[in-house]
């Protein structure tokens, strides 16, 4: 990083907001780094919690703002961001958005990708699939993002053995260790060797 200000991060986000949550705790005490916002499209989401508690301001969208391009670029600014984190956000990100911050969008699958990714695939429904296939591991993927669901530039991936009997409860729990783990190291990997 070259100038003395602080990184400042958006984290999108769509459900309970664990992983948010694992970032923002992270990043709390990091002198370079900061969670600056938190981007959300649904208002009963936990993550609004997280971010209150956390006294991190929160931007409740819907996928109608989110496309208006001018308008959300324009709250983006004014929060200062400098990279956006999906966290569990599950509408795609405008191609506008890709092109405004290149390079400097990441997201977290819950499954090695390229299996059981793409559009439609997202939580209890990858690890249903991935159970259904007998498959013996499964994992995580952090990538960057484009235009399309799930197939931006691989980042990191780290694997996690399934037994049999596993149901997709306990793959769930099994990559949610792996995503709590594993995703705020990564972001800060990826913000200091930019």
């Known amino acids: 990083m070259s100038s003395g200000d602080r990184v400042r991060l958006a984290i999108f986000a769509s459900g309970a907001g664990s992983n ?7 990043f ?3 002198p370079d780094i900061s969670v600056t916002a938190i981007i959300c499209n649904n208002p009963n ?20 703002l989110l496309n208006d391009q001018e308008w959300f670029l324009t709250q983006l600014n004014g929060f200062g961001i400098d990279y956006i984190v999906l966290a569990g956000f599950l509408l795609l990100i405008p191609e506008y958005l890709v092109d405004a911050f290149p390079e400097k969008i990441i997201n977290i699958h819950p499954a090695l990708l390229p299996k ?3 559009k439609g695939m997202y939580g209890m429904r990858v690890h249903e699939a991935v159970q259904a296939s007998g498959d ?14 799930d197939e931006g530039r691989i980042v990191f991936q780290k694997s996690v ?3 049999p009997s596993d149901t997709p409860d306990q793959i769930a729990e099994k990559i949610h260790l792996l995503e709590h783990a594993w995703y705020p190291k990564v972001i800060e990997e990826w913000v200091d060797g930019k």
């Open 20 to 26: 948010a949550l694992k970032i923002i705790e992270h």
């Open 28 to 30: 709390a005490a990091n």
């Open 45 to 64: 989401a936990g993550v609004i919690a997280h971010a209150r508690e956390h006294q991190i301001p929160t931007l409740l969208i819907t996928r109608k």
């Open 116 to 118: 059981y990714g793409g």
């Open 136 to 149: 013996t591991e499964s994992g995580i993927t952090i990538h960057l993002v484009n235009t399309h669901y």
């Open 161 to 163: 053995s399934l037994a």
